[in-house]
């Protein structure tokens, strides 16, 4: 028999209290917040979609492993059980351990970027521009063209641009080019997954140009899955084994634990590379650790080992994918502009068709996750020119390519109620559309303004 409903592979062992909370409570937590959901205190928010990093419900065997955490300073046999799971996964034998996937790509982009340098990825996560950035180097997103449309289905819409990659790399020179960055699944892109006949092409274009091929390895499980359901060859092989070939295309990987490792904290950096390996590691004695814990806790490598386990378990990935896909079915059908298909991790909306009366400099992204947590106290986030926005010499804004909303899914924390409730709360926004305004922004930071900027509603 099939069955429509998805079967959460997981029984509930302990639960957290939400508090409901009303439309008019919300209203005055939003002004304290600066109209930036960021701002809020959690829990001020009923469902918390902002994003699914070190969000993730874990398991009892990783609570287990919790208890068993080894906090000797040097050696942990904590440690080893991480590195091991590491190893057997990436394949990559210099593996250093960090508190998240950030303080990984601090190390490896400060290491090979500063000015003068080109970073080229399919799209660069928003810590990612902003550690090569801040090394002075330049960060050049090169999506593949289906990527860029958000209602027309493509498979593998997070694949990486190689036609544009062959001119940059003519354009730029090899040896300026810092490194190729391939993100699976592409975050910033939508959450879209890369094939592996992009992640071999890539592999092949970097090696024949002597150019250094990094995996932003985060959310590769959830990719393999893709691979396995829609990349012909793949559907016998596991996703385990699949996520294995594409960490063997590159020279080394980042990777935020926060996400397919279903853990609350931790990354590491993985390279092919002993020299480099060696670099990173002093800045990461200096800056995070000693090199056998890296900022983290035994018990932290303990969770992030098993996680590491259970991601790849297939009825865990189904469920994912699944319930993901269930979500934006649903918002579809009910005519809300989402992204197509689905992400892994989450959902995106559309928020310039959503509000087409919102211009982009009056960010229409920011008003739809405002809009969400007045009318149900959910709580998501804007990937549009809130994020990645930029000014001209005149101080004009440079839109962003798309204006979308990122309802991001935390791993086992949500049932389908939960997600049911969200798809309801649309139902009243999109009644409601023509009364909404824009923002303005009224104070921002330097870099990552979306954490802290201030916002301003116009129009009234
Ligand atoms: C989350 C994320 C990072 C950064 O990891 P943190 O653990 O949040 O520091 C880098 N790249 C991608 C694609 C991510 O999703």
Known sequence: MNFNTIIEPFRIKSVERILLTTEAERRDFLREAHFNPFLLRSGQVIIDLLTDSGTSAMSSEQWAGMMRGDESYAGASSWQRMETAVRDLTDYPYILPTHQGRAAEHLLYTRIGGPGKVFISNTHFDTTRANIEFSGATAIDCPAPEGLQPETYHPFKGNLDTVKLREYIGRYGAANIAAVILTVTNNSGGGQPASMANAREVSEICKSNGIRFI??????????????????????????????????????????????????????????DLELAIQCRTVLIITEGYSTYGGLSGRDMEAIAIGLEEVFQEDYLEYRIKSTEYLADKLR????????????????????????????????????????????????????????????????????????????????????????????????????????????????????????????????
């Open 215 to 272: 995996l932003d390895a985060c959310r590769i499980a959830e990719n393999a899955w893709f691979i396995r359901q829609r990349e012909p060859g793949f559907d016998k092989k596991s996703c385990r084994d699949i996520a294995k070939e594409m960490f063997s295309l590159a020279d080394g990987c980042v990777f935020s634990a926060k996400k397919d490792a279903l853990a609350n904290i931790g990354g590491f950096l993985a390279l092919r």
């Open 333 to 460: 059908r009910m005519g809300v502009p989402v992204l197509w298909p689905a992400g892994g991790h989450a959902v995106y909306i559309d928020a310039k068709a959503f509000y087409s009366h919102i211009r982009p400099e009056e960010y229409p992204g920011q008003a739809l996750a405002c809009e969400l947590y007045l009318k149900g106290g959910i709580r998501c986030c804007e990937i549009g020119s809130v994020m990645f926005g930029k000014y001209d010499e005149a101080g004009r804004l440079i839109p962003a390519a798309m204006e979308l909303v990122r309802l991001a899914i935390p791993r086992r924390v949500y049932t389908q109620s939960h997600i049911d409730y969200v798809a309801e709360v649309f139902t009243g926004l999109l009644d409601d559309r023509a009364r909404v305004h824009g923002f303005r922004i009224v104070s921002e930071p330097p870099f990552l303004r979306h954490f802290t900027a201030r916002f301003e509603r116009l129009g009234n």
